[in-house]
T-cell receptor
Framework: GAVVSQHPSWVICKSGTSVKIECRSL??????MFWYRQFPKQSLMLMAT?????????EQGVEKDKFLINHASLTLSTLTVTSAHPEDSSFYIC?????????????FGPGTRLTVL | DAKTTQPTSMDCAEGRAANLPCNHS???????VYWYRQIHSQGPQYIIH???NNETNEMASLIITEDRKSSTLILPHATLRDTAVYYC?????????????FGPGTRLSVLP
């Protein structure tokens, strides 16, 4: 149980285009989903926190107009990188917190590798 | 959330126990110790968590010192597939809206 999927697993796009990444909780409802970014040889850095039905909360330095997050249901959150540029190339990972669980473990998706040419 | 300190890297022989230490000297009474690992180019994987008692599951054992200022994750029989970055994270259990803060972790290399 507690499986989180991401789609696509990798994507290559041209500079200036927009890319949408989906994060789904497959067998549980997720009240909160988190989006992280990881550059090579670095640790995960939180980008934003999204709660179902409300606006996402962005970390300092993350442009909300560039990284659009939609958490329309308890099983789906999407991250759209708008007008992508080469410096946006990174490994994007989502995680979901299991609704109703007493303990705060989070389950992570497999990640999406974005390469912007 | 309390800060944690881990060694940058460790090696372990295949089949032997891997003991990964973590210091969390400023941990408070309601904070749990969580361990995750990240295999190259994959998302982090939950391993185990505990408050003050030692914990064991099918993946690992977690030993927490009596004063809770440090802990050790034990992989009893390390395999090559256990090569990964291991993250020790301390946080309050019912902090529903907040994320996990990942430090640099320990890069474990299991050697044949």
């Amino acid at each position: 149980g507690a499986v989180v999927s991401q789609h696509p697993s990798w994507v290559i796009c041209k500079s200036g285009t927009s890319v949408k990444i989906e994060c789904r909780s497959l067998d549980f409802q997720a009240t909160t989903m988190f989006w992280y970014r990881q550059f090579p040889k670095q640790s995960l850095m939180l980008m934003a926190t999204s709660n179902e039905g409300s606006k996402a909360t962005y970390e300092q330095g993350v442009e909300k107009d560039k990284f659009l997050i939609n958490h329309a249901s308890l099983t789906l959150s999407t991250l759209t990188v708008t007008s992508a540029h080469p410096e946006d190339s990174s490994f994007y990972i989502c995680s979901a917190r299991v609704r109703g669980r007493l303990y705060n473990e989070q389950f992570f998706g497999p990640g999406t590798r974005l390469t912007v040419l | 959330d309390a800060k944690t300190t881990q060694p940058t890297s460790m090696d372990c022989a295949e089949g032997r126990a891997a003991n990964l230490p973590c210091n969390h000297s400023t941990i408070s009474g309601n904070e749990y110790v969580y361990w995750y690992r990240q295999i190259h180019s994959q998302g982090p994987q939950y391993i185990i968590h505990g408050l003050k008692n030692n914990e064991t599951n099918e993946m690992a054992s977690l030993i927490i010192t009596e004063d809770r200022k440090s802990s050790t994750l034990i992989l009893p029989h390390a395999t090559l597939r256990d090569t990964a970055v291991y993250y020790c994270i301390v946080r309050v259990a019912n902090n529903y809206g907040q994320n996990f803060v990942f430090g640099p972790g320990t890069r474990l290399s299991v050697l044949p």
